[in-house]
């Protein structure tokens, strides 16, 4: 097909679309709108999904070095009656749970020899009741070394009041989540009693940090490692390490390897978060059906309208056969048609998208409960722009394909005779 021929083949199949302009703005305006909804719950839902995993892995690490498994194996004495010599036999019962890690400091050194370690810090925690005047609630204390911790997580970013430096100054310091300080009805620099199993002992408040997530920052509150040791009467071992990575998203194989080489249980973020990730596709997916489903029906309303295009310009397709058109030229004729509210319903949209990205994530709206944010939160990716063009593209091809088979079938002959279908 010479360039004279796609030229002419594209006025043609320009005229033909216009011939039915009110139909095809309405199937064109349904490809508009369902593209630009798919982008823009693509970008919502990935948007939350980012912001959850960002908090996940500033608040506990894309690693997390605890517990082990020890083998148990016990023997017994085995002899003939009434024989001198006796031989013992070697029992494997099993494994044995052992919570935390008894030798921090060699593990540590061991986590951070392996080269996709950014940095490890050791973490003791424990639950401790929170006491302030009149007003009590349970909590995770989590005694940490200030230095190596805020290598391994975002805690110098969460904190909304107080400071980071007061903190590292002083010994009795603690850090309560912003939900936390809120119940307790504490504010920076109030005395606060932190009551173990065993001890209590008298803290004071120097800062309030606030994560976006408000399990976080309900439970969760840091003391130095000393001091948590005297509350949770546990002065050797440590509960977990943390561990940030330079690639998170190779967390698992780094866990798998890093669990073989140290024999500790080794715990990737994927793992532990597995339910909310899932939760978190369940709902891309749900969203990209639900917008396919728009465009799926603009498609149908673009089938019908080139299918009536087909009935009605049967004798006009006859007479272009006459002329030397051949089935693959009328087929190429329908398909520009096709081609032609594709693209200008994917560019519309792709515009559309962008415009009402950028105006929803300037809603001031509150959310409280999984995350704490005062705005939605939208994540711009070109990818949600191809995935809606390429879904776009099946849907309209298919829809084009059918009526360009049925116009490329009719015969001149047929029609002069008064025949064609």
């Known amino acids: 097909?010479?360039?004279?021929?796609?030229?002419?083949?594209?006025?043609?199949?320009?005229?033909?679309?216009?011939?039915?302009?009110?139909?095809?703005?309405?199937?064109?305006?349904?490809?508009?709108?369902?593209?630009?909804?798919?982008?823009?719950?693509?970008?919502?839902?990935?948007?939350?999904?980012?912001f959850f995993i960002r908090t996940i892995l500033g608040t506990n690490g894309a690693l997390r070095v605890q517990d082990r498994f020890q083998e148990t194996v016990t023997s017994m004495v085995a002899a003939d009656e009434g024989a001198d010599d006796s031989f013992e036999v070697a029992l494997r019962e099993g494994q044995t749970y052992v919570q935390g890690i008894q030798n921090p400091r060699q593990v540590l050194e061991g986590v951070?020899?392996?080269?996709?370690?950014?940095?490890?810090?050791?973490?003791?925690?424990?639950?401790?009741?929170?006491?302030?005047?009149?007003?009590?609630?349970?909590?995770?204390?989590?005694?940490?070394?200030?230095?190596?911790?805020?290598?391994?997580?975002?805690?110098?970013?969460?904190?909304?009041?107080?400071?980071?430096?007061?903190?590292?100054?002083?010994?009795d310091g603690i850090i309560l989540g912003s939900v936390l300080a809120d119940r307790l009805g504490l504010r920076v620099g109030d005395p606060v009693l932190l009551r173990g199993a065993q001890e209590q002992r008298r803290f004071r408040l120097v800062a309030i940090f606030e994560s976006g997530i408000e399990l976080v920052d309900r439970v969760h509150f840091y003391a130095h490692m000393r001091e948590?040791?005297?509350?949770?009467?546990?002065?050797?071992?440590?509960?977990?390490?943390?561990?940030?990575?330079?690639?998170?998203?190779?967390?698992?194989?780094?866990?798998?390897?890093?669990?073989?080489?140290?024999?500790?249980?080794?715990?990737?973020?994927?793992?532990?978060?597995?339910?909310?990730?899932?939760?978190?596709?369940?709902?891309?997916?749900?969203?990209?059906?639900?917008?396919?489903?728009?465009?799926?029906?603009?498609?149908?309303?673009?089938?019908?309208?080139?299918?009536?295009?087909?009935?009605?310009?049967?004798?006009?397709?006859?007479?272009?056969?006459?002329?030397g058109y051949s089935r693959r030229d009328i087929l190429s004729i329908f398909l520009l048609q096709g081609v032609l509210v594709y693209v200008a319903g994917t560019l519309l949209g792709w515009l559309s998208a962008a415009v009402l990205t950028r105006i929803i994530e300037s809603i001031p709206i509150r959310i409280r409960g999984i995350f704490s944010t005062d705005h939605f939160i939208m994540h711009w990716s070109f990818n949600h722009y191809l995935i809606a063009a390429a879904i776009a593209f099946v849907v309209v091809i298919t829809a084009a394909l059918i009526p360009a088979r049925r116009a490329s079938l009719v015969e001149p002959g047929a029609v002069v005779r008064g025949t064609s279908g």
Do not use: C
């Open 1 to 50: 097909m010479g360039r004279n021929s796609l030229q002419l083949n594209f006025r043609i199949a320009l005229r033909l679309l216009l011939s039915k302009r009110r139909a095809m703005l309405m199937s064109l305006a349904g490809i508009v709108f369902g593209v630009a909804l798919l982008i823009v719950m693509l970008a919502q839902t990935s948007g939350f999904e980012g």
């Open 112 to 171: 951070l020899a392996f080269d996709s370690v950014v940095d490890a810090s050791p973490v003791l925690r424990g639950p401790v009741r929170v006491t302030s005047g009149f007003r009590s609630e349970e909590g995770r204390l989590h005694g940490i070394d200030a230095t190596s911790y805020i290598a391994v997580s975002d805690l110098d970013r969460q904190i909304v009041s107080g400071s980071l430096g007061d903190f590292a100054v002083q010994p």
């Open 228 to 323: 948590a040791r005297l509350v949770l009467n546990e002065f050797d071992s440590v509960s977990y390490i943390q561990v940030t990575l330079d690639d998170p998203d190779r967390a698992p194989e780094i866990a798998a390897h890093m669990s073989q080489v140290l024999g500790y249980h080794v715990a990737s973020w994927q793992a532990r978060e597995r339910s909310w990730l899932e939760v978190f596709r369940a709902l891309k997916l749900s969203s990209a059906i639900s917008m396919t489903t728009i465009l799926v029906i603009a498609g149908l309303g673009m089938f019908n309208t080139l299918a009536i295009i087909v009935m009605e310009r049967a004798r006009e397709i006859a007479i272009l056969r006459s002329f």
